[in-house]
C-alpha cells in the first residue's frame, strides 16, 4: 500500500498547533510568581563573580522580532559578565603578586599590601579612580604588588561604571519578554510555516528570558563587590570610598 506525504497544508496546521502549545507553555512561565520569570532555578544566564567566561550566554533565535530584544540583552549580559570576570582577575593578580593563596580574602590582601608598605605609599583617587602613589623608593616585589592593585583598582571602577544602567535597562527588557506570546502568535497566524523557526527557539527563547529576569541582581551584586573591594584597599591607605564628591 503506498504511502503518501502529508499535503503541506495539513503538515502547516500540525507545525502551527504545536507551535501554539509550546507558546502556551511559554506565556505560562512568564507569569508573575513563576520560577521562571523570577530567574530562579538553574539556567545558561546564571553566573557567579569569578566566573571565566567573558562571553554571553544569550543566543540568538533566528526570529527578527525576539532577537530584536535579545541582542540588546546580549550586550548587557556581556558587561555583566565582564565585569564578574574582572573582579576575579583583579584579585588573582594581586594575590600573585603578593604571593598569597588564591582563595585569600580581600582583606588579608589589604592587610599584606599596608604591611609592606610600611609608611611609603598613599591613595590618590583623581577623576572617581583610586590609585595607590609610592612616596620613595620601594622594592621591586612592592612595586609589582602595587601596580597589580592599581591594575585592579583601575579595571574595578570602570566595571562598576560599566554596569551602572544594567538593572533599569534590564528591567524593561524583561518587560519586552512578556509580550513575546502574542507577538508570536501573531507571526504565526500570518506565516505558519514561520512555526519551524519558533519550535527550535523555544528552548533558547526560555533560557535568554532567565538570563533577562537574572540580570539586575547580578549587576547590583557585583557592583557591591568590586565597590567592597576597593573600599578595604583605599581605607587601609587612610582615603575614603565612595570617593567625597569636590575632594581630591
Given at each position: 500500500?503506498?504511502?503518501?506525504?502529508?499535503?503541506?497544508?495539513?503538515?502547516?496546521?500540525?507545525?502551527?498547533?504545536?507551535?501554539?502549545?509550546?507558546?502556551?507553555?511559554?506565556?505560562?512561565?512568564?507569569?508573575?510568581?513563576?520560577?521562571?520569570?523570577?530567574?530562579?532555578?538553574?539556567?545558561?544566564?546564571?553566573?557567579?563573580?569569578?566566573?571565566?567566561?567573558?562571553?554571553?550566554?544569550?543566543?540568538?533565535?533566528?526570529?527578527?522580532?525576539?532577537?530584536?530584544?535579545?541582542?540588546?540583552?546580549?550586550?548587557?549580559?556581556?558587561?555583566?559578565?565582564?565585569?564578574?570576570?574582572?573582579?576575579?582577575?583583579?584579585?588573582?593578580?594581586?594575590?600573585?603578586?603578593?604571593?598569597?593563596?588564591?582563595?585569600?580574602?580581600?582583606?588579608?590582601?589589604?592587610?599584606?599590601?599596608?604591611?609592606?608598605?610600611?609608611?611609603?605609599?598613599?591613595?590618590?583617587?583623581?577623576?572617581?579612580?583610586?590609585?595607590?602613589?609610592?612616596s620613595d623608593a620601594l622594592p621591586e616585589k612592592l612595586k609589582a604588588e602595587i601596580e597589580a592593585v592599581n591594575l585592579a583598582l583601575h579595571d574595578y571602577t570602570a566595571a562598576i561604571k560599566g554596569v551602572a544602567h544594567i538593572p533599569k535597562e534590564s528591567a524593561k527588557l524583561v518587560k519586552k519578554t512578556k509580550a513575546f506570546p502574542d507577538q508570536i502568535k501573531k507571526e504565526l497566524k500570518?506565516?505558519?510555516?514561520?512555526?519551524?523557526?519558533?519550535?527550535?527557539?523555544?528552548?533558547?527563547?526560555?533560557?535568554?528570558?532567565?538570563?533577562?529576569?537574572?540580570?539586575?541582581?547580578?549587576?547590583?551584586?557585583?557592583?557591591?563587590?568590586?565597590?567592597?573591594?576597593?573600599?578595604?584597599?583605599?581605607?587601609?591607605?587612610?582615603?575614603?570610598?565612595?570617593?567625597?564628591?569636590?575632594?581630591?
Open positions: 500500500m503506498p504511502i503518501f506525504a502529508a499535503p503541506r497544508s495539513v503538515r502547516s496546521s500540525w507545525l502551527l498547533r504545536t507551535a501554539l502549545v509550546g507558546l502556551a507553555a511559554l506565556a505560562l512561565a512568564l507569569q508573575p510568581g513563576d520560577a521562571l520569570a523570577k530567574g530562579k532555578g538553574k539556567g545558561k544566564g546564571k553566573s557567579k563573580s569569578g566566573a571565566k567566561a567573558k562571553t554571553s550566554q544569550v543566543e540568538l533565535t533566528g526570529n527578527h522580532s525576539l532577537d530584536a530584544v535579545f541582542k540588546q540583552l546580549k550586550t548587557l549580559d556581556q558587561a555583566v559578565t565582564g565585569a564578574e570576570h574582572s573582579r576575579s582577575s583583579g584579585k588573582h593578580n594581586m594575590t600573585t603578586a603578593m604571593g598569597l593563596p588564591k582563595d585569600a580574602k580581600m582583606t588579608a590582601v589589604a592587610k599584606h599590601l599596608k604591611v609592606s608598605g610600611g609608611g611609603k605609599v598613599k591613595v590618590a583617587v583623581t577623576d572617581g579612580v583610586p590609585q595607590l602613589k609610592p500570518s506565516n505558519p510555516l514561520e512555526a519551524i523557526t519558533v519550535l527550535k527557539s523555544l528552548g533558547a527563547v526560555k533560557d535568554n528570558i532567565k538570563v533577562a529576569a537574572q540580570l539586575p541582581k547580578r549587576s547590583v551584586t557585583v557592583s557591591k563587590q568590586l565597590n567592597a573591594d576597593i573600599k578595604l584597599i583605599v581605607t587601609a591607605f587612610g582615603g575614603t570610598w565612595p570617593p567625597v564628591p569636590g575632594k581630591k
